[in-house]
């Protein structure tokens, strides 16, 4: 097309185990992760276990290029899903990118992030604000631009990843929705929902970052409640929510501390405890919008 290839990703013969013959020192679980340092940085090497298979990805130092291997009887496609995912928060990692575990959606011109750890019910929230007139920005990784003096977050792809329980109260129909895997009785459960282009953002953008939502299930709550959340927690709080922070050396970590301290500094910070039952999806997305409001 003769546009520029931004990262190359290199997919080696299938049950090829390692890409670059180097030093590899092993991470922090849970995810199998090795480090290799060399005169220009580090490279990071990432194993899946996708029960009987396994996927590898090496990122180099940089972030310019990924090797992908895989074990024989596993297909590309699914490979691709982890490449799409945490493979490349940690290439943006590698690039000098802060990234929050959040949805973010612009609502009426306000851009939101919707903070939490995984099931915490942040894809059904954000579903729930798109289907109130909501953009989506991006579904699970909020990307921190490193361009604005104030926080802001990059663009990403239009779709959703949502439960079962998440598809049958919000979109209806689970069976209906496209499937992340082609094994899906041996991956977790989850299938994508496609935004619809008139409710997403055009990619490649930044949208400077106007509040963050800390989503937090509480099963002895009855209704969805709104607390501030002062600067210095909100810190210790949003560092404890970043995306593959285990796959992070130190200098990221530093980054990372620095980033957020900024936002934590100048964007309002609200918990936002809702009921574990999802029938609660619509007033938590109304308490969101009421909060919006009261913004200004």
């Known amino acids: 097309t003769g546009s520029t290839v931004d990262v190359a990703v290199e997919a080696l013969t299938p049950g090829t185990l390692t890409a670059r013959d180097l030093e590899w020192v092993m991470t922090d679980p849970p995810i199998t992760m090795w480090r290799a340092y060399t005169e220009h940085g580090s490279c990071l090497r990432l194993r899946y276990a996708l029960e009987p298979e396994w996927a590898e990805f090496v990122i180099d130092e940089r972030g310019d290029s990924v090797w992908v291997s895989r074990a ?41 992030a919707i903070a939490g750890s995984s099931g915490a019910g942040k894809s059904t929230t954000a579903l729930g604000l798109v289907k109130h007139g909501g953009a989506l920005i991006a579904d699970d990784v909020a990307v921190l631009s490193q361009d604005h003096s104030a926080p802001a977050v990059r663009s990403g792809a239009p779709r959703l990843r949502v439960r079962p329980d998440s598809a049958a109260s919000l979109v209806g129909s689970y069976a209906a929705l496209d499937p992340m895997w082609i094994h899906e009785e041996r991956r977790p459960q989850k299938r994508y929902v496609h935004v619809d282009e008139s409710t997403a953002v055009a990619d490649n953008t930044t949208w400077p970052l106007d509040v963050v939502y800390l989503l937090t299930p509480d099963d002895e709550c009855a209704t969805p409640t709104l607390t501030p959340v002062r600067p210095t927690e909100a810190l ?61």
């Open 72 to 112: 024989d009887g596993i297909a590309f496609k699914e490979v691709a899903e982890l490449l799409l995912g945490p493979v490349f928060s940690c290439v943006l990692a590698h690039r000098g990118f802060t990234c929050l575990h959040a949805a973010t959606v612009n609502v009426a011109g306000r851009v939101v």
């Open 236 to 296: 210790s709080r949003l560092m404890a929510h970043r995306h593959m922070a285990t796959a992070l050396d130190a200098a990221a970590h530093r980054r990372d501390f620095q980033k957020i301290a900024q936002v934590a500094e100048s964007v309002p910070v609200r918990e936002l405890t809702r009921p574990e039952d999802l029938a609660s999806a619509p007033d938590t997305v109304a308490a969101i919008l009421s909060d919006l409001e009261q913004l200004g």
